[in-house]
């Protein structure tokens, strides 16, 4: 009898084995097919976030989210937010939420937006753990929602291991580049590039050589202004690839200082600005820590 039961559990912990290892195939995962408004994740998140607010599944008027369909690498994947109308004081996005169904973390964050952004454009990479729908969020300044849903195939984005050793890479974390892209015209869209030195790990990348993990260890809010008002303020999380890079506007002025803030997970921080206008002066960076 003994010998019985010792074979039927042996059983079940081989059948179970045999699951776990099936769970990160393929055919497991999310499937192109699947209802994206049926995840559960989801569903949690939308009713903790937005309870009954209706969200408007057509959003081709407001934003347009563009993604691979199929990932070159999980552990970088280049998404886009276009904006559809210019931001004005009387309408305007809000705020853009973003959410990767299947990653571990699936809230990746919000991205906010006023009148002065110009344009509610964003670009940014990203990590994607397994195929999975992605989805963006956009909120209106009347309080509207209107979501953009994409799949991709992907797999192992934040378990892939670091691009250097972890060690380097956090002696490495803090600089900052804010670069306006082309010439300044006052009172129209400019596009800036923000690229920050980060490793932005995740915690569950295995060290090649040790066989251990690092903590988790990544920038959790953005904060960017032109003229000291308010231009993109971002709180995310380690969902943003390694060495975070955000494409986003402003509205230039006949003359001002555009200024990049950034804080991550240690409390370390961050500063980047540079001058707009004739007479621009070279940007400055600096960095503190705790």
């Not at 959003?59 to 990932?71: G, Y």
């Not at 402003?250 to 004739?278: M, W, Y």
Request: glycine fraction near 6%; hydrophobic fraction near 40%; proline fraction near 8%.
């Amino acid at each position: 009898m003994r010998t019985t039961t010792r074979t039927t559990v042996r059983g079940l912990l081989t059948a179970l084995a045999a699951l776990s290892a099936l769970a990160g195939h393929p055919s497991f995962a999310a499937q192109p097919g699947d209802d994206p408004d049926k995840n559960a994740r989801w569903l949690d998140f939308r009713e903790g976030t937005f309870r009954s607010r209706p969200i408007d599944t057509h959003a081709d008027s407001v934003i347009r989210f563009d993604a691979p369909a199929r990932a070159a690498d999980a552990a970088v994947v280049p998404i886009a937010i276009t904006a559809q109308f210019p931001q004005t004081p009387s309408r305007y996005i809000r705020k853009l939420y973003m959410f990767i169904d299947e990653n571990p973390e699936p809230y990746v964050g919000w991205f906010e937006f006023t009148p002065e952004s110009g344009l509610a454009s964003l670009e940014t990479r990203v990590r994607v753990e397994d195929y999975t729908y992605m989805r963006v969020i956009a909120e209106t300044n009347d309080g509207h929602l209107y979501s953009s849903v994409r799949f991709i195939k992907a797999s192992g984005g934040c378990s892939a291991p670091a691009g250097k050793d972890d060690a380097a890479a956090e002696a490495s974390a803090g600089n900052v580049r804010l670069q306006p892209q082309g010439p300044s015209t006052p009172g129209k869209p400019q596009l800036v590039q923000l690229m920050v030195r980060h490793p932005n790990r995740t915690g569950m990348a295995m060290d090649q050589v040790t066989h251990l993990y690092a903590s988790a260890y990544f920038v959790r809010k953005v904060a960017v202004t032109y003229a000291d008002k308010p231009v993109m303020t971002a709180n995310v999380n380690f969902s943003i690839s390694e060495n975070p890079n955000f494409r986003f506007y402003f509205v230039p002025h006949d003359g001002g200082t555009l200024k990049a803030h950034i804080e991550d997970t240690k409390n370390r921080q961050f500063d980047s600005q540079v001058a707009i206008g004739p007479h621009a002066a070279v940007q400055q960076t600096s960095s503190t820590a705790p």
